[in-house]
């Protein structure tokens, strides 16, 4: 397929029915505020950490509710914690304990332990 200078992208589905949405609920039980996020992107804007690498909260925040835990566990060990995420969000969100609650259901879980 190359040969034409392009190739299909594969398919990209959101199976909820399969989905492993246990670390959002976790989360959401803590800090009901998650559900407010419009996934504006203003707290990836300002990330300290996203300046430097290609940690996106905004980004961890989608794949979190929809339950595509797989690459989660690595992408929030680049968090600092420094809470300016939390200073920035236009809907009141508390990121810093989102972030911090989804590392604890991630140790509570073998499959995800950070
Ligand atoms: S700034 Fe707040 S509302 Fe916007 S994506 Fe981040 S957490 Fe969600
Ligand atoms: S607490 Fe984490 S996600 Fe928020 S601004 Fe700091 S490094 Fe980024």
């Avoid at 670390?23 to 300290?48: H, N, Q």
């Avoid at 300016?84 to 991630?106: D, H, S, W, Y």
Wanted: hydrophobic share 35%; proline share 2%.
């Amino acid at each position: 397929m190359n040969r034409f200078g392009f190739s299909l992208s594969k398919g990209r589905q959101i199976n909820y029915d399969t989905n492993d949405r246990s670390a959002a609920e976790y989360v959401i039980a803590g800090e009901p505020s998650l559900l407010a996020c419009i996934e504006c992107g203003g707290c990836a804007s300002t990330c300290t950490s996203g300046n430097f690498t290609s940690f996106s909260l905004r980004q961890l925040n989608i794949l979190l509710k929809r339950g595509e835990n797989d690459s989660l566990r690595d992408e929030l060990r680049k968090c600092m914690l420094c809470g300016k995420c939390t200073l920035v969000c236009p809907r009141g969100v508390n990121t810093r304990n989102v972030i911090l609650l989804a590392m604890e259901a991630f140790n509570k879980s073998q499959d995800y332990a950070v």
